[in-house]
């Protein structure tokens, strides 16, 4: 059973640009949680998305962020427009359908702003 | 905000157990305690989690006093890859919104030397 998997496993764009970071939940997992790290920072939660559902977005910056987890295929966040500031790892976890259960952490997206 | 102190960084020797503490005062009987670690540059890591009795698992034990307003991970052999950051969390049962998420802090950084 494979496990999270996050691509590209670094990104790199300049200011401006969209940077699109996709999430591959385990196999049977529906939740999907997005929290980022800032450089020597702590991990900030970010969202929390169930199948074709936003079910917590209260860690999302109010603009340019978004993310999706459609019937099929990956979960997206997308920033538009980014800024260095948006420099960061960008973590991906997934649960099975019946969590309280312990999150699953992929190897993360390194995105750098030039 | 975490809901939880730890100290900031620990030393530990190989082959010893490594104790970390975790204050939670103000948990509520409805919040579990959980523990991560995080390896360098790598996606956090579930180790245990607890509600009340003492958990353990073949990773580490989970000590929580029975006021449940501390708890203490032990890693009773610790080895150099355990080198990491520890955080513990805790997390309310019940609502989907409300676990969904984690709320990670600083964290304790153990470093296990020779």
Not at chain 1, 18 to 27: D, G, N, Q
Not at chain 2, 45 to 50: L, R
Request: proline share 6%; net charge positive.
């Amino acid at each position: 059973n494979a496990g999270v998997m996050q691509n590209p496993r670094h990104l790199v764009r300049r200011r401006g640009q969209e940077a699109r970071l996709r999430c591959s939940p385990m196999k049977g997992h529906s939740h999907v949680y997005w929290y980022r790290q800032l450089p020597e920072e702590g991990l900030k939660f970010m969202v929390y998305l169930q199948k074709e559902n936003i079910i917590d977005e209260s860690g999302m910056p109010k603009e340019r962020f978004s993310a999706e987890f459609p019937k099929e295929g990956p979960s997206i966040l997308r920033i538009q427009q980014v800024v260095r500031g948006d420099s960061a790892a960008y973590f991906c976890a997934s649960s099975p359908r019946t969590s309280l259960n312990e999150q699953f952490f992929g190897p993360g997206t390194r995105l750098t702003v030039l | 905000d975490a809901k939880t102190t730890q100290p900031p960084s620990m030393d530990c020797a190989e082959g010893r157990a490594a104790n970390l503490p975790c204050n939670h005062s103000t948990i509520s009987g409805n919040e579990y305690v959980y523990w991560y670690r995080q390896i360098h540059s790598q996606g956090p890591q579930y180790i245990i989690h607890g509600l009340k009795n003492n958990e353990t698992n073949e990773m580490a034990s989970l000590i929580i006093t029975e006021d449940r307003k501390s708890s203490t991970l032990i890693l009773p052999h610790a080895t150099l890859r355990d080198t990491a950051v520890y955080y513990c969390i805790v997390r309310a049962a019940g609502a989907t919104d409300s676990w969904g998420k984690l709320q990670f802090g600083a964290g304790t950084q153990v470093v296990v030397t020779p």
